[in-house]
């Protein structure tokens, strides 16, 4: 008989916040499930150690994928899925109690619903902890409704996210070179299924400068990552019903927007202050003059202190 919930942890270089996740995980009361780690061949002495994890956690396995790569490591994840419903949970976040039960019951109760999230709390390198709502309704209805959430506010935490494996089934995996490879499958998810929603607080993401997406964003080359932006919304876009596209398609530029901002606050938080100043320049594409000053200013003020508080007063 098949268990209820597959949980996949992927993990590069990342065993120190590995280790929190389990046992934020295994805390959990609900027992109809299989826990997998995926190491992404880490090159940091990690492995060997990974490996023994399964001592301190009975019934964990540890696996390795050699191939590297977030999507990669993602889609090795999915064909891994023993269970009804999947979820790929990360190694920086903190599972809250009832996540997996409150998932699960929800699933099983709304058989449209391909894949449901819940709302999560950030956290920051500090401890400051701020509610992320990432949905109003239980229920958006597959097609434009669910798509129009996606393409204009997709801030849902992928650790939040159980997906019915059927889903993986009928409509294929993470698409390899893409800068949001998750918030795509959700919206390919939404166009055959409705998206459910928990407005409880099931998930604690924990963000610092070295998570791993967000160093990737960092190192890429800003030709890259604003063509990798382009290519994702008109993918997306490309999901809608033809007389939405158009209307969509002006709208889902703030999403490259932040992108690029984001992806110049964290270069310089790393003192890259020159490649800062190139995804900023890339931005104003998609806003106007006046909301890019405000926003280049703030990052670049935000990065500062970033940089004095950790580098000369040694902010832990």
Known sequence: MAIKISIRIPTLNNYKSL???LESVFSQDFEDRDIVVVDNNSDDGSWPITQALPERFPGLRVLQNPQQGLAENWNFCVKTFA???GLIFHTDDIMLPGMLRETVDFLDEYPTVGFVHTNCTDMTEAGKETLRITQEKPILKKGDEALTKIALDCNIACSTVVVRKECYEKLGVFIAGNPSPDAEM????????DMGHISEPLV???SHIDSYGRAALSKLPPAVILKQWEDLGNKIISYFSTEQ??????KSKISGFNALSAA???AWCQQRWIRGHQFMMLAIKYSS???WILVYGKNLLRSIKYVISHK???VK
């Open 312 to 314: 000369i007063l040694g």
């Open 264 to 266: 110049a606050y964290l």
């Open 83 to 85: 269970g009804e419903y």
């Open 289 to 291: 003059f006046f909301d």
């Open 245 to 250: 596209q158009a209307i969509l398609s002006e």
């Open 186 to 193: 959700w919206a390919r998810i939404v166009t055959k299924y």
């Open 204 to 206: 604690k993401v924990v």
């Open 19 to 21: 280790v929190i996740a």
